[in-house]
């Protein structure tokens, strides 16, 4: 295939200095797109981190990092970030940009494509060369995935969760170049971040937990809720959600997984009161056994799980909780 002199980009967010598993994760799929149509694999990060950082870059697969390390650029900034992005963009006329689905990815994303006059697919499964060169973007819909082109405008811009893809084999005999970044010149910024406030999870990271128990309609109320939690306490599992708990507010959105939510890759996910919905279901990859919990035989979920309880688990999670409770007492005596 002859050499393409435009890039596949990776946009790279760094927190408190740290660079986010989803960037190197996209910085290898990236590699993969870009060994697909003969074109290099670039990063573009803005705000000061380590070179050891960097370097992690490199080693995920990039060729060439642009990186801004301007204190203008140390806490986000939508507009400052943005007007960066678009003004490199059509300089060097990346083919495809890919952005995390974090919070900056998801805000920042529109504001790219709008600006680039180019179209945007959100929440992207897999990402792939078709035989036209065009880059396919799946996603959830109709029950299952659907692909995507764009095979028009230019550049193809696609956000993706973290645990989509696999983080990549590092390769530390990879380098490449650092390209300088400058904040834009007499931009007035209408809005500023004077601080961000983390809040650390409780527990185990979603995307890091080995047991997942996920809750959704079926707890009924906030009491019910409140058992499938003491589940994932008694298991030490990571608590997860559907949409309707959110929505009932019995949980808050960072446990919520799916399609515009987390993505988990646990050794054991438990799935109780809930339908198997694919806006869900999409957010769980290669767990090891799926469990469900649903007083429906029929339901959907029965059929994308290794082992299915027919049972309400209103009346089935308090008896299970128990149980283990005992347990654990007798292992501790």
């Known amino acids: 295939m002859s050499r393409s002199d435009n890039p596949v980009w990776v946009i790279a967010e760094q927190v408190s200095e740290i660079i986010p598993t989803v960037c190197f994760e996209l910085v290898g799929q990236a590699r993969k797109l870009?060994?697909?149509l003969g074109a290099s694999a670039e990063a573009l990060l803005l705000g000061e981190v380590t070179r050891d950082q960097i370097d992690l870059l490199f080693y995920s697969g990039a060729d060439v990092v642009y990186h801004g390390n301007s204190p203008d650029f140390g806490i986000y900034q939508s507009e400052i970030y943005s007007e960066t992005i678009v003004t490199l963009s059509k300089e060097t006329q990346p083919q495809i940009i890919l952005l995390g689905s974090t919070f900056?990815?998801?805000?920042?994303?529109?504001?790219?494509?709008?600006?680039?006059?180019?179209g945007l697919t959100a929440h992207c499964m897999d990402l792939f060369i078709n035989e036209e060169h065009i880059l396919g973007q799946r996603i959830p819909a109709y029950g299952g995935l659907i692909s995507i082109t764009c095979p028009e405008k230019r550049p193809q811009i696609a956000t993706v969760a973290q645990g989509v893809f696999q983080v990549p084999e590092l390769d530390k005999n990879r380098s490449g170049k650092i390209l300088p970044?400058?904040?834009?010149?007499?931009?007035?910024l209408r809005v500023k971040t004077l601080e961000v406030v983390i809040?650390?999870?409780e527990g185990v990271p979603l995307e890091e937990a080995p047991i997942v128990v996920a809750g959704g309609s079926g707890a009924g109320c906030v009491e019910g809720w409140q058992e499938i939690?003491?589940?994932?306490?008694?298991?030490?599992?990571a608590l997860g959600s559907t949409r309707p708990a959110v929505d009932e507010g019995w949980t808050d959105l960072d446990t919520m997984i799916g399609q515009s939510g987390k993505m988990v890759n646990p050794e054991l996910y438990i799935g109780v009161g809930l339908s198997g919905?694919?806006?869900?279901?999409?957010?769980?990859?290669n767990a090891k056994v799926m469990v469900a919990i649903?007083?429906?035989?029929?339901?959907?979920v029965f059929e994308q799980v290794d082992y299915g309880i027919v049972e309400d688990c209103r009346e089935f999670v308090p008896l299970l909780v128990k149980k283990l409770q005992g347990k654990n007492k007798k292992s501790r005596t």
Do not use: Y
């Open 229 to 237: 939690k003491t589940l994932a306490d008694v298991l030490d599992a």
């Open 104 to 118: 900056i990815g998801r805000e920042l994303a529109p504001i790219i494509a709008a600006k680039l006059g180019t």
């Open 277 to 285: 919905e694919q806006q869900h279901m999409v957010g769980i990859t």
């Open 294 to 300: 649903n007083n429906d035989p029929k339901s959907p």
């Open 34 to 36: 870009a060994d697909d």
């Open 199 to 201: 809040k650390k999870p």
């Open 181 to 188: 970044v400058e904040p834009p010149v007499g931009l007035k």
